[in-house]
């Protein structure tokens, strides 16, 4: 950074005529810079992404060790086979591409295509992230040991996959290869149009993730303005525009059929953007860069010296992840999963430290962060083995719980189980009564609060399963007091609730 800085010094000191001579050879001299030069033996990120995406909790046989968003995303999915919209019928946070994924994974009353969308999108990632890190550490094989940390780091904070974090991952990784690309004049303006496509998609599986696009205009207005192309500049960000209004409008145009447009934007922003710092996320989050290296990778290449179409992309990494990190320090609604795009960037900020030749021979990622990340790899198995241990009895009553409703309902008939998880509704093979599908996580906000006592004042749910972990609402218990009884099943974790006739 000291070096992108120091750059505009010198360039202070040189006539208006000289500079402009520089900028002009800076931008037609020829570069020795080759994609080819970066292939990824493919083998690598196939493995990985057939190890991660069997392990999913889209595999059938794995569904019971979903987590609360896990069982809302594999619940978003049946819904909307069964015809319902997201957003309307059903409370989301992610954008609505992403539901429209889920709906294309759920073919054929199975989530395996669930799965296998997890699968290519993470094979895309890391063949675009090895091209990535083999361009800075000028080895392919540090490329390789990257990469498989990349895939042990985002499956510890993605046990079980499908997240909209780990959907955007092939979209925000290829525009990161693409401003390589374009710092080393290897591209041509139009293919800004792809790069508008990139953010669009983004845009739509995962908001929070396009910050990159934003800081990337801020860099690149640097950049086209020290090389005085500001036409240029200006040619490219709207070929990005177009490229971003083409997607958008193209896949908003359902939001606008279902007449879903205003609740999408609230539900996905809104709800998403309520800033307020979360001091105990902050700690995890803090936890987990130490523990995976990614914090030191953070300030050892602020200092090095690289060359100066690599001072961009450092600065731009730099931003977007400090920018990123704030959005997650800062929702109140967070999960592991949101930190998925920092390992990405805390690994390319690894591979940019490796500047001499010995380092990148000797290079061992363990012995680089301590044999830190060994405590990650604990974590990533030990987790859903400690989830299965100590949920299973709760498991077990969610499962009773499932049948009984199955039996004493028809398909038609609604359910609401209050509870920090949706697999109460797949199970029973029965949908929710109300938008929000559980209480927790949305107890901290007004909005989401507000809806869930409205749609459950409505009583329209047959059954109301209780969790006794989760706190009732005053409003919601004087409906289960007035409207409800009680029913004795011998249960320890749970009450249930039937409608009076």
């Given at each position: 950074?000291?070096?992108?800085?120091?750059?505009?010094?010198?360039?202070?000191?040189?006539?208006?005529?000289?500079?402009?001579k520089?900028?002009?050879?800076a931008?037609?001299?020829?570069?020795d810079?080759?994609?080819?030069?970066?292939?990824?033996?493919?083998?690598?990120?196939?493995?990985?992404?057939l190890?991660?995406?069997?392990?999913?909790?889209?595999n059938?046989?794995?569904?019971?060790?979903?987590?609360?968003?896990?069982?809302?995303?594999?619940?978003?999915g049946?819904?909307?086979?069964a015809g319902?919209?997201?957003?309307s019928?059903f409370?989301?946070?992610?954008?609505?591409?992403?539901?429209?994924l889920?709906?294309?994974?759920?073919?054929?009353?199975?989530s395996?295509?669930?799965?296998?969308?997890?699968?290519?999108?993470?094979?895309?990632?890391?063949?675009?992230?090895?091209?990535?890190?083999?361009?800075?550490?000028?080895?392919?094989?540090?490329?390789?040991?990257?990469?498989?940390?990349?895939?042990l780091?985002?499956?510890?904070l993605?046990?079980?996959?499908i997240?909209?974090?780990?959907?955007?991952?092939?979209?925000?990784?290829?525009?990161?290869?693409f401003?390589?690309?374009?710092?080393?004049?290897?591209?041509?303006?139009?293919?800004?149009?792809?790069f508008?496509?990139?953010?669009?998609?983004?845009?739509?599986?995962?908001?929070?993730?396009?910050?990159?696009?934003?800081?990337s205009?801020?860099?690149?207005?640097?950049?086209?303005?020290?090389?005085?192309?500001?036409?240029?500049?200006?040619?490219?960000?709207?070929?990005?525009?177009?490229?971003f209004?083409?997607v958008?409008?193209?896949?908003?145009?359902?939001?606008?059929?279902?007449?879903i447009l205003?609740?999408?934007?609230?539900q996905?922003?809104?709800?998403?953007?309520?800033?307020?710092?979360?001091?105990?996320?902050?700690l995890?989050?803090?936890?987990?860069?130490?523990?995976?290296?990614?914090?030191?990778?953070?300030?050892q290449?602020?200092?090095?010296?690289n060359?100066?179409?690599?001072?961009?992309?450092?600065?731009?990494?730099?931003?977007?992840?400090?920018?990123?990190?704030?959005?997650?320090v800062?929702?109140?609604n967070?999960?592991?999963?949101?930190?998925?795009?920092?390992?990405?960037?805390g690994?390319i900020?690894?591979?940019?430290?490796?500047?001499?030749?010995e380092?990148r021979e000797?290079?061992?990622?363990l012995?680089?962060?301590?044999?830190?990340?060994?405590?990650?790899?604990?974590?990533?198995?030990?987790?859903?083995?400690?989830?299965?241990?100590?949920?299973?009895?709760?498991?077990?009553?969610?499962q009773?719980?499932?049948?009984?409703?199955?039996?004493?309902t028809?398909?038609?008939?609604?359910?609401?189980?209050?509870?920090?998880?949706?697999?109460?509704?797949?199970?029973?093979?029965?949908?929710s009564?109300a938008?929000?599908?559980?209480?927790?996580?949305y107890?901290?906000?007004?909005?989401?609060?507000?809806?869930?006592?409205y749609?459950?004042?409505?009583?329209?749910?047959?059954y109301?399963?209780?969790?006794?972990?989760?706190?009732?609402?005053?409003?919601v218990?004087?409906?289960?007091?007035?409207?409800?009884?009680?029913?004795?099943?011998?249960?320890?974790?749970?009450?249930?609730?039937?409608?009076?006739?």
């Amino acid at each position: 950074m000291t070096e992108f800085i120091a750059s505009h010094s010198e360039d202070s000191h040189l006539s208006r005529t000289e500079r402009r001579k520089r900028a002009s050879r800076a931008v037609e001299e020829p570069t020795d810079f080759n994609p080819k030069d970066y292939k990824v033996a493919v083998w690598l990120p196939l493995f990985w992404s057939l190890l991660l995406s069997l392990l999913s909790v889209a595999n059938p046989f794995l569904t019971f060790l979903a987590s609360n968003l896990q069982s809302q995303n594999l619940y978003a999915g049946v819904a909307m086979q069964a015809g319902q919209v997201p957003y309307s019928d059903f409370f989301g946070t992610s954008g609505i591409l992403f539901y429209l994924l889920t709906y294309l994974g759920s073919f054929f009353q199975t989530s395996i295509g669930l799965a296998l969308l997890q699968f290519f999108c993470l094979v895309i990632a890391g063949i675009y992230l090895h091209k990535i890190l083999a361009y800075f550490a000028r080895s392919r094989e540090v490329a390789n040991q990257l990469l498989s940390w990349f895939y042990l780091l985002i499956g510890a904070l993605n046990i079980g996959g499908i997240t909209a974090p780990l959907y955007a991952l092939p979209f925000v990784l290829t525009s990161v290869w693409f401003l390589v690309r374009y710092f080393e004049r290897a591209v041509k303006d139009e293919s800004f149009i792809l790069f508008g496509i990139d953010a669009a998609l983004v845009f739509l599986i995962y908001p929070k993730a396009t910050i990159l696009w934003v800081v990337s205009q801020l860099v690149l207005l640097v950049f086209n303005t020290r090389h005085r192309q500001l036409a240029r500049g200006i040619y490219q960000t709207l070929a990005s525009i177009f490229g971003f209004l083409l997607v958008l409008y193209s896949v908003g145009y359902y939001t606008f059929i279902e007449q879903i447009l205003g609740l999408a934007i609230q539900q996905t922003f809104l709800f998403n953007f309520d800033f307020s710092f979360q001091l105990q996320s902050s700690l995890y989050l803090a936890i987990f860069l130490l523990v995976s290296g990614i914090f030191r990778g953070i300030f050892q290449p602020l200092f090095l010296p690289n060359r100066a179409s690599n001072a961009f992309i450092r600065v731009f990494v730099l931003l977007t992840m400090l920018l990123q990190t704030v959005f997650i320090v800062y929702n109140a609604n967070g999960d592991w999963s949101q930190a998925t795009v920092l390992v990405p960037y805390g690994l390319i900020l690894i591979a940019m430290s490796l500047k001499k030749e010995e380092e990148r021979e000797d290079f061992s990622y363990l012995g680089w962060s301590f044999y830190l990340p060994l405590l990650v790899v604990g974590f990533f198995i030990g987790q859903p083995v400690y989830q299965y241990i100590t949920q299973d009895y709760v498991r077990e009553e969610r499962q009773e719980v499932a049948r009984y409703i199955q039996e004493n309902t028809s398909q038609s008939d609604l359910i609401f189980a209050w509870d920090d998880s949706a697999l109460l509704y797949l199970d029973a093979q029965r949908f929710s009564s109300a938008t929000v599908i559980t209480a927790e996580p949305y107890l901290e906000t007004e909005l989401s609060k507000s809806t869930l006592v409205y749609d459950l004042n409505r009583t329209n749910a047959k059954y109301i399963l209780v969790n006794k972990d989760i706190p009732v609402l005053e409003e919601v218990q004087a409906t289960l007091d007035s409207s409800y009884s009680e029913l004795d099943l011998n249960l320890t974790q749970f009450r249930l609730y039937e409608k009076n006739n």
